[in-house]
């Protein structure tokens, strides 16, 4: 069996340039789209909580460990969209391996747990001090790296 192939030869030349090309598609995306929430969240709650941190004179080892998992996942994820931001083939690599899905796993479960225990630390008539508000964006936050876990195992799986 005999099959006509036609080949078609391309010359690209290649200039060296300084410009960064941003893959703005990728926000467009679900999995962009929730990065972005999430590190807009993040930074509110890390930098808000840092802030208000200060002002406190009795340090609870639950605002301290709410400080630490804000600030480790404002950083992470921080970093995941810069890369996936960066280069235009990163998106589609990274979320075909096991860290992002690992990843927001450990930071649904993290999340969920330093604000558990941040709102449980909180009087009932401190409700509308900061570490409760930041208690409760982190609860939000939690189901966003709750929803980009299943995102990221659909894609690891392949669905």
């Not at 992002?100 to 649904?108: D, I, K, Q, R, T």
């Not at 982190?138 to 876990?149: D, Q, T, V």
């Amino acid at each position: 069996m005999s099959h006509a192939v036609t080949i078609t030869r391309t010359t690209t030349t290649t200039t060296s340039t300084s410009a960064v090309i941003l893959n703005t598609g990728y926000l467009k995306t679900v999995p962009g789209l929730l990065k972005l929430s999430q590190l807009i969240i993040g930074g509110f709650i890390t930098f808000f909580f840092a802030w208000h941190f200060r002002s406190y004179y009795q340090y609870m080892t639950s605002h301290l460990f709410f400080l630490c998992i804000a600030t480790a996942f404002f950083i992470g994820t921080f970093c995941l969209l810069a890369s996936c931001l960066v280069s235009l083939s990163t998106g589609g690599i990274i979320s075909k391996t096991i860290y992002e899905l690992v990843y927001h796993a450990v930071a649904f479960i993290l999340y969920l747990a330093a604000s558990a225990w941040l709102m449980s630390n909180t009087r009932y008539n401190d409700l509308s001090h900061p570490p409760f508000l930041c208690a409760v964006l982190g609860l939000i936050l939690s189901i966003l790296y709750l929803i980009s876990a299943v995102y990221a195992q659909r894609s690891y799986r392949g669905i």
